[in-house]
């Protein structure tokens, strides 16, 4: 059972921050039917989600947020970035007018990470989503100054959906 602080309530998956970026359209994408079963709200969430990465970006256009088991991720990350293995999340920004970009999880991964770091699984499911919007708009972690920033918008993000800064306990 997760605690009630890290469970988003009713209240707060209506998704109040919509009217904040009304130019960014969010499409989810359920490959993996498990991720209904074991996040039911997973859709509002990763929509949600979004939208608090990229308030007051300016950003504008269509994210897709696919979510998927491992065997789709450790497909694409293989084709796209060498490595034959899952992972948690995949960003592919798209460069073009009116689409930012896609994101993909790996509910498998996503649900291990979860568990492993004591986090409730709708927290970290949205601090992923996050990530990848924001890879989308241009953050980084590759140098120590970047990934900073990316690590403070992240717990922006998260701040916006009243949920635990993930960074808060990291080393």
């Given at each position: 059972?997760?605690?009630?602080?890290?469970?988003?309530?009713?209240?707060t998956?209506?998704?109040?921050?919509?009217?904040?970026?009304?130019a960014?359209?969010?499409?989810?994408?359920?490959?993996?039917?498990?991720?209904?079963?074991?996040?039911p709200?997973?859709?509002v969430?990763?929509?949600?989600?979004?939208a608090?990465?990229?308030a007051?970006?300016?950003?504008?256009g269509?994210?897709?947020?696919?979510?998927?088991?491992?065997?789709?991720?450790?497909?694409?990350?293989?084709?796209?970035?060498?490595?034959?293995?899952?992972?948690?999340?995949?960003?592919?920004?798209?460069?073009?007018?009116?689409?930012?970009?896609?994101?993909?999880?790996?509910l498998?991964?996503?649900?291990?990470?979860?568990?492993?770091?004591?986090?409730?699984?709708?927290?970290?499911?949205a601090?992923?989503?996050?990530?990848?919007?924001l890879?989308?708009?241009?953050?980084?972690h590759?140098?120590a100054?970047?990934?900073?920033?990316?690590?403070?918008a992240?717990?922006?993000?998260?701040?916006r959906?009243?949920?635990?800064n993930?960074?808060?306990?990291?080393?």
């Amino acid at each position: 059972m997760e605690p009630d602080s890290c469970r988003p309530d009713d209240e707060t998956l209506e998704d109040p921050l919509q009217p904040v970026l009304p130019a960014v359209q969010v499409d989810v994408m359920v490959d993996d039917p498990a991720w209904r079963r074991i996040l039911p709200r997973a859709e509002v969430l990763a929509r949600r989600a979004v939208a608090a990465a990229l308030a007051g970006s300016g950003a504008e256009g269509l994210v897709t947020v696919l979510l998927a088991d491992d065997r789709a991720l450790k497909r694409l990350n293989g084709e796209h970035r060498g490595k034959e293995k899952p992972t948690n999340v995949l960003s592919f920004p798209a460069g073009a007018p009116g689409h930012l970009g896609d994101i993909a999880l790996a509910l498998g991964v996503v649900r291990r990470e979860a568990e492993a770091g004591g986090k409730a699984l709708p927290a970290h499911f949205a601090h992923l989503v996050a990530h990848g919007a924001l890879h989308l708009i241009g953050h980084d972690h590759l140098a120590a100054g970047e990934a900073r920033r990316m690590e403070r918008a992240e717990a922006r993000a998260m701040h916006r959906l009243r949920l635990p800064n993930p960074w808060r306990h990291a080393a």
